[in-house]
């Protein structure tokens, strides 16, 4: 967790959010992610994409940034952040996208 209050923060985040790509698992895609969110609080949560042969259970970064935070008691989130290994911009999956919207405020 870590609160945002500046701009320079943002910095802070994106670093981080290279060093949790070598985190990522993801042998069969090669499609490394991670992603953060901040809470309605401020907090900012983390997470990477974790890939499984049964490609139905895997998750996603932003789902698994968006649960932890959940998971530790927030019930909004407000920001989304994505980094990838990919050459172009990514956006979020569907199922992201939902949920992104269930805790959106």
Do not use: W
């Not at 890939?51 to 649960?67: D, G, Q, Y």
Request: hydrophobic share 40%; glycine share 6%.
């Amino acid at each position: 967790m870590y609160l945002l209050k500046e701009k320079s923060d943002y910095k802070i985040i994106y670093d981080k959010l290279k060093r949790l790509l070598k985190n990522s698992y993801a042998p069969f895609s090669k499609f490394n992610v991670a992603s953060a969110v901040e809470g309605g609080s401020g907090n900012i949560y983390y997470g990477v994409n974790v890939e499984n042969m049964s490609f139905s259970l895997t998750i996603c970064a932003e789902r698994n940034a968006i649960f932890h935070a959940i998971s530790e008691g927030e019930k909004t989130i407000i920001k989304v952040f994505i980094l990838s290994t990919a050459k172009s911009p990514i956006t979020p999956c569907g199922a992201c996208r939902q949920v992104i919207s269930e805790f959106s405020k």
